[in-house]
Nanobody, 115 residues
Framework: QVQLVESGGGLVQPGGSLRLSCVVS????????MGWYRQAPGQQRELVAR???????IYADSVKGRFTISRDNAKNTVYLLMNSLKFEDTAVYYCKGEFGWFDSWGQGTQVTVSS
């Protein structure tokens, strides 16, 4: 069984920064990709950023140039560095792991951008 635990969310002012972390534990045989998704109230969950096993990354247009996804394989951790945060970045952020024949999600961490 695989578990993903996110941390690092919180309240931040517009223009501020946060770094989210997602620690993966359990029986992991292969990791195809890790990603960050977010869901704002009344909205569908959307992809924010994704890093594949080979290191290639993709970002939502709304966060390009502001967010950076990275992974530390030795620590089984994936990060999302969020800079220049905007009101519209407010959401619950979820970590997702793609482990071969199944996917697994974390419980989410709240990010609130407010003055």
């Amino acid at each position: 069984q695989v578990q993903l635990v996110e941390s690092g969310g919180g309240l931040v002012q517009p223009g501020g920064s946060l770094r989210l972390s997602c620690v993966v534990s359990g029986s992991i045989f292969s990791v195809n990709a890790m990603g960050w998704y977010r869901q704002a109230p009344g909205q569908q969950r959307e992809l924010v950023a994704r890093v594949a096993s080979g290191g290639s990354t993709i970002y939502a247009d709304s966060v390009k140039g502001r967010f950076t996804i990275s992974r530390d394989n030795a620590k089984n951790t994936v990060y999302l560095l969020m800079n220049s945060l905007k009101f519209e970045d407010t959401a619950v952020y979820y970590c997702k792991g793609e482990f071969g024949w199944f996917d697994s999600w974390g419980q989410g961490t709240q990010v609130t951008v407010s003055s």
